[in-house]
C-alpha cells in the first residue's frame, strides 16, 4: 500500500525557485520606504503649570520679577501695559531677564524672573505663537551667551552635564496667566 | 611600439556579479524600514495650516507624542465649518470628555507629551480651554506644533 503512493521523485526541479524572492522583498521595500514619514514634529514646548489649588495662596512675587506680557484680541502686544512691537518683545525679554538688580523696575536675578503671558479669548493664534517664539528667542540667545562665555560652545553643543548648568543660570520661567472668564 | 605585444588572454570564465546575496540585503533595508515606519496615521476632520516659529526643538520620541487637533471642521466640498477639537479618529464635541481621555493617555504613558496642533487662524480662547483640561487631566507637558520659518 505504502509503496504504491510513493511518488516518483524527479532528480531535477525539487528545489523551490529562489530568484522571486528578491522581487518580493524589494515590493515591500518599495511600499515601506514610500509609506515612512520620517518627518520630525518641531515646535515650541511649554510646561503647564498644574492646576490651582483654592486652598492654597499663590506664593507672593515681587513685582520687579514679573514680566507681563499681554496678547490683546487685536493681536497687539502689550509689555507693561505699553503696546510694544512684536521684534522688540525678544531685547524687552533680553534686559529684564538679564538685568541681575541693575534697575530696579527690572528682575533681581535671572533665577527669580518670570515672564507671565497673559492673552484675550479673541487672540489670534498666529500672534501668540509670535510672541512665544520670541520669548524662547530671547532664552536661547541668553543661554547661548552663557554657554559660550563658560564653555567656549554653544548651547546646543554642549553635553547634559553643562547643558543644565547653563539651565541653573537661566531657568526658563514662562508662566501662563489664568485666563478671563467671560467675554 | 608595437601593441601586438600586449595582447590580452581572455579568461574562459564568465564575468559576472553574484547576486545571491541581494536578497539578504534587500530584506534587511526592508526589516530596517519596517521597524522604523509608523503607520499610525490619523484621518483629519480639521483642516489647518500650522504657523512658522524659529527657535523650535524637535520631539525625538515620537511615541510619547499624543496629538490633538484643532482648527476648522472639514466639510463637504471643501467648505470650512466651526472651530472643532479632533483627538486621535474622532471630533471631540464635548470640552470635559478632554480630561477623561488624556487622563487615560497619561495612565498609559506618563512621560506623554501633547501637541497641539492648531490652525494658524483660530482664536486662542479655544487653545485655552483645551489647556485648561489638559492641567486638570494632570498632561502639563505641551508642544505647540510649528513649522521651522524660512
Known amino acids: 500500500m505504502f509503496k504504491d503512493t510513493k511518488k516518483n521523485r524527479r532528480d531535477e526541479g525539487g528545489e523551490i525557485e529562489g530568484s522571486a524572492l528578491a522581487d518580493i522583498a524589494f515590493l515591500l521595500l518599495i511600499f515601506f520606504l514610500v509609506a515612512t ?8 514646548g511649554l510646561v503647564l503649570p498644574p492646576p490651582p489649588d483654592p486652598s492654597q495662596k499663590p506664593p507672593p512675587i515681587k513685582d520687579r520679577n514679573l514680566l507681563k506680557i499681554l496678547v490683546n484680541q487685536q493681536g497687539m502686544v502689550l509689555i507693561e501695559d505699553e503696546p510694544t512691537a512684536i521684534t522688540e518683545v525678544k531685547q524687552r525679554v533680553i534686559e529684564f531677564v538679564n538685568n541681575k538688580g541693575q534697575d530696579p523696575k527690572l528682575s533681581d536675578s535671572p533665577q527669580k524672573a518670570i515672564v507671565s503671558i497673559k492673552t484675550d479669548r479673541q487672540t489670534p493664534y498666529k500672534v501668540y505663537i509670535n510672541m512665544l517664539d520670541e520669548v524662547k528667542g530671547a532664552y536661547r540667545e541668553l543661554r ?15 553635553n547634559d552635564q553643562s547643558r543644565s548648568k547653563i539651565q541653573d543660570m537661566y531657568p526658563q520661567k514662562i508662566s501662563i496667566a489664568e485666563p478671563d472668564q467671560g467675554s | 611600439m608595437p601593441a601586438g605585444h600586449f595582447q590580452k588572454k581572455s579568461s574562459g570564465t564568465k564575468q559576472e556579479v553574484p547576486t545571491t546575496a541581494m ?3 534587500v530584506f534587511m533595508l526592508l526589516i530596517f524600514f519596517m521597524v522604523t515606519t509608523v503607520l499610525r496615521e490619523v484621518t483629519l476632520k480639521v483642516d489647518f495650516t500650522l504657523p512658522r516659529a524659529e527657535n523650535i526643538e524637535k520631539i525625538e520620541q515620537k511615541r510619547l507624542v499624543s496629538y490633538i487637533y484643532i482648527g476648522p471642521k472639514k466639510l463637504k466640498g471643501g467648505e470650512r465649518g466651526s472651530t472643532s477639537i479632533q483627538i486621535d479618529d474622532a471630533i471631540v464635541e464635548d470640552m470635559q470628555a478632554i480630561r477623561r481621555i488624556m487622563y487615560d493617555k497619561l495612565q498609559q504613558q506618563p512621560k ?11 482664536e486662542f480662547g479655544v487653545v485655552t480651554d483645551v489647556q485648561q483640561e489638559l492641567r486638570e487631566a494632570g498632561t502639563l507637558r505641551i508642544n505647540y506644533s510649528t513649522r521651522q520659518e524660512n
Open chain 2, 112 to 122: 506623554l507629551i501633547v501637541s497641539l496642533r492648531v490652525d494658524d487662524d483660530s
Open chain 1, 144 to 158: 547661548n551667551r552663557a554657554s559660550m562665555a563658560e564653555f567656549g560652545k554653544k548651547y546646543e553643543a554642549l
Open chain 2, 23 to 25: 536578497p539578504d540585503i
Open chain 1, 37 to 44: 514619514t520620517i518627518d520630525i514634529d518641531t515646535g515650541i
